[in-house]
């Protein structure tokens, strides 16, 4: 699903990741942990072609991000979804219309877009806010409205920028029952974390750790891939 080798990136002259090389199959389920300003964000963001490849090989879901031209960059984007770690929902719209929207750029028919966005909207407790504007809902409700968005189109990669920053101790651990429903169902899931319950929570998900733009396999490690 992922291979990147000896992959570099820098901010100016601010060195953000240093010689990454990183491994991933398709259906694997790894947490990114790392203290902040560690590059989590700068590692993802590249996976999902929002920062250029400056140094290195990067192939993600099949596309080859050494080559993959701007106007090809939605191909990606229709396999690799994201929760970003400050949202990017619409604040104008309604939880209904964002998580929607995704769905309606696809063409997807009407009937299918109304079941799947309620059933999404369901599953983390949105549904009472269906028709709320996303500027009036608090901090955790947003994050779901974003986790919601991305899991509404099925996508073959999921990537979450600490999608649960925001979260109280329930409404984190159930938002980890859905990822982990997502998983089984073939999702290959990266998840940026501080959160260490959770990470004790899944003995069995791979670790891997930024340190000042180093990585590291810290846990489950995933060899010759
Ligand atoms: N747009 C930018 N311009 C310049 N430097 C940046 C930019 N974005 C990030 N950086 C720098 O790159 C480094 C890595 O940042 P990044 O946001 O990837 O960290 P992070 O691990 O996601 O941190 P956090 O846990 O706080 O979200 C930091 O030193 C940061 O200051
Ligand atoms: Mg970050």
Redesign the pocket.
């Known amino acids: 699903m992922i291979s990147i080798s000896r992959m570099s990136y820098s901010?100016?002259n601010?060195l953000?990741l240093k010689d990454i090389s990183f491994s991933m199959r398709q259906g694997e389920f790894v947490f990114l942990c790392?203290p902040?300003?560690?590059?989590?964000?700068?590692f993802m963001r590249i996976l999902h072609g929002a920062l250029p490849v400056q140094r290195g090989k990067v192939d993600v879901a099949g596309y080859d991000l050494n080559t993959l031209p701007e106007r090809k960059k939605h191909l990606l984007r229709r396999d690799v979804s994201v929760v970003f770690?400050d949202f990017k929902i619409l604040p104008r719209l309604s939880v209904f219309a964002n998580v929607e929207l995704p769905l309606k750029v696809r063409g997807v028919p009407r009937h299918i877009i109304t079941k799947r966005v309620r059933a999404v909207l369901r599953s983390l407790h949105l549904d009472k806010k269906s028709f709320t504007l996303c500027e009036e809902l608090s901090g955790g409700e947003q994050q779901r409205v974003a986790v919601a968005r991305a899991i509404v189109v099925k996508p073959k990669l999921l990537l979450a920028d600490?999608p649960t920053g925001n979260l109280d101790r329930d409404l984190s651990l159930r938002m980890m029952d859905i990822f982990q429903q997502f998983h089984k169902f073939g999702t290959s899931i990266i998840i940026a974390t501080h959160n260490q319950e959770i990470l004790d929570r899944m003995p069995d998900a791979r670790i891997v750790c930024?340190a000042e733009g180093v990585m590291q396999d810290v846990r489950g490690t995933c060899q010759g891939l």
């Open positions: 901010f100016n601010h953000a790392g902040s300003g560690a590059g989590k964000t700068t770690q600490e930024l």
